[in-house]
């Protein structure tokens, strides 16, 4: 199995900064990506942004410029630094991982959720 475990959420005023982090365990050889998603109250879970295991990184348009993921391989973490934060970024933040194994078989893995909130 493996478990995904996330931090860093709170409540945060506009324009702030915000740092959330995933760390995964369990048994695995390699993580292939990783990816950090969101879900607001009353919406559909989107995808904000994900990290390749070669470090190549992809955003929503929303987060563009604002927003950086990156990794670390050695600790097997996951970070979104979110800065200038608006009141539309709050919602519930999900860590997604993406582990191939029997190529081309890929087995993913959400974490609980840590949530955000964006407010004078």
């Known amino acids: 199995q493996v478990q995904l475990v996330e931090s860093g959420g709170g409540l945060v005023q506009p324009g702030g900064s915000l740092r959330l982090s995933c760390t995964a365990s369990?048994?695995?050889?390699?993580?292939?990506?990783m990816a950090w998603y969101r879900q607001a109250p009353g919406k559909q879970r989107e995808l904000v942004a994900t990290?390749?295991?070669?470090?190549?990184?992809d955003y929503a348009d929303p987060v563009k410029g604002r927003f950086t993921i990156s990794r670390d391989n050695g600790k097997n973490t996951v970070y979104l630094q979110m800065n200038s934060l608006k009141p539309e970024d709050t919602a519930v933040y999900y860590c997604?991982?993406?582990?191939?194994?029997?190529?081309?078989?890929?087995?993913?893995?959400w974490g609980q959720g840590t949530p955000v909130t964006v407010s004078s």
């Open positions: 997604h991982v993406a582990i191939i194994r029997r190529s081309p078989r890929v087995y993913e893995y």
């Open positions: 369990g048994s695995f050889s390699s993580i292939d990506a």
């Open positions: 990290v390749t295991s070669g470090g190549g990184t």
